[in-house]
C-alpha cells in the first residue's frame, strides 16, 4: 500500500493567511528552516493506479497539481479518485469537494452524522448535487465493521469513533456523538499492512491505544506541541483539548503514547502553524526525531510492503 501526503497541515496551512506568529513570519522571511505546508489530506493505493482521497482540503487543486501520482493519464477526463472518505465535517477536510465538481458522481464515503453536517449546515453535498452529483456510501462504526470501496479491491477499511470536536456549525459541538470523528485503520489485503490514520485525536484510549499498536504504520494527530499553544503565542483563545486535538507534550501527551508503541512507523500529521517542530531547528523536533518520530510533510510518500 502507498500512502500520499497532499496536505500535512492542519486547518489555515503554514504559513496561515493572517498570522504573524514565530513560524509564520519565520517560513515567510526565511529567518527559520522550515516547508509550507498545504491543508490535511492523504491518498492511499493498492496499485498506485486508482486512488482512495481521505479527506478533501480547500488546497486540493494545488496538490493534485504538484502531485504527478494524481494526475490524469489513461482517458480525455480521468479523476484518479475512486472515492473519497471523510473522517469528520471540517471546513479543511471538506470544502475541497467542491473543487472536483467538473467529473463524474462522487462517491463519498461518512458516517450518518458527517453526512447530516454536510447536508445541512454546511451543505457542500447538496451544493455538489447541481454538478456533478454525489454518491454517498455510509462509513459503519459498530466494532468489528469494516467498509470497502468500490473499485478498489485490495483495499480494506475499517472507522473507529474517536473523542474528538464536531465543527462549530455542526449540531453536536456541545453534545459530542460517536461518529462526529472517526480514525481509519487501512489494510492491505494482500499483502496485510496497515496503517493507522487519525489527523483529530483528542484522547489515546486503550481501544485506539490498541489499534494504534497492532497497525505498521500510524499517521496522528500532530497538531500542538503544547496544549495553551495558541494562547501563549496569542494567536488564539482555546486549548487543544477544546478542539478536540491531544498535545503532543506532557506525561499523558501523544508522544508518551508513541513511546510505547514498538512495532509501527511513527508519523505525526496535521500541524498547526503555531507547533515548534515545523521549525527544524527547534528543541521540540530534536525531541520528537529522538523518539523516532517522523513529521509529515507535503508530497511523502509511505510504503508499505
Ligand atoms: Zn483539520
Ligand atoms: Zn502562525
Known amino acids: ?33 522550515a516547508r509550507p505546508r498545504t491543508q490535511s489530506s492523504i491518498a492511499v493505493s493498492a496499485d498506485s493506479i486508482n486512488w482512495v482521497l481521505i479527506n478533501a482540503s480547500p488546497d486540493i487543486l494545488t496538490q493534485i497539481r504538484s502531485l504527478p501520482q494524481l494526475h490524469p493519464r489513461r482517458r480525455p477526463r480521468d ?3 475512486r472515492g473519497v472518505i471523510l473522517v469528520d465535517s471540517q471546513i479543511d477536510h471538506t470544502t475541497g469537494l467542491l473543487m472536483l465538481r467538473e467529473g463524474e458522481p462522487l462517491k463519498i464515503y461518512s458516517t450518518a452524522n458527517v453526512r447530516e453536517d454536510l447536508a ?6 447538496r451544493v455538489l448535487e447541481s454538478y456533478c452529483g454525489v454518491e454517498w456510501r455510509p462509513v459503519p462504526i459498530e466494532p468489528g465493521r469494516g467498509f470497502d470501496i468500490e473499485d478498489v479491491d485490495d483495499l480494506h477499511f475499517t472507522a473507529l469513533p474517536v473523542a474528538g470536536k464536531a465543527p462549530p456549525y455542526s449540531p453536536h459541538r456541545e453534545s459530542p456523538e460517536p ?10 489485503r494482500r499483502s496485510g499492512k496497515s496503517a493507522f490514520y487519525a489527523p483529530g485525536l483528542a484522547e489515546v484510549d486503550d481501544r485506539i491505544a490498541a489499534a494504534m ?13 503544547t496544549d495553551d499553544e495558541m494562547i501563549r503565542q496569542s494567536v488564539g483563545r ?45 528543541a521540540e523536533r530534536r525531541a520528537v526525531a529522538e523518539a523516532g518520530i517522523e513529521v509529515a510533510f507535503d508530497g511523502m510518500e509511505i510504503d508499505l510492503v
Open 238 to 282: 482555546k486549548r487543544a483539548a477544546e478542539i478536540g486535538h491531544l498535545a503532543q507534550s506532557g506525561s499523558d501527551g501523544m508522544l508518551a503514547h508513541l513511546a510505547r508503541l514498538e512495532n509501527p512507523r511513527k508519523v505525526l500529521i496535521h500541524i498547526n502553524n503555531t507547533n515548534p517542530i515545523l521549525d527544524e531547528d527547534s
Open 1 to 33: 500500500m502507498k500512502i500520499l501526503v497532499l496536505g500535512s497541515a492542519a486547518g489555515g496551512g503554514f504559513p496561515q493567511w493572517n498570522c504573524n506568529c514565530r513560524n509564520c513570519r519565520g517560513v515567510r522571511d526565511g529567518s527559520i528552516r
Open 179 to 188: 461518529g462526529d470523528n472517526i480514525a481509519l485503520v487501512i489494510t492491505d
Open 120 to 125: 445541512t449546515a454546511n451543505p457542500i453535498l
Open 213 to 225: 499498536s497492532r497497525a505498521d504504520c500510524v499517521l496522528v494527530d500532530g497538531t500542538f506541541w
Open 79 to 81: 479523476a484518479r479518485f
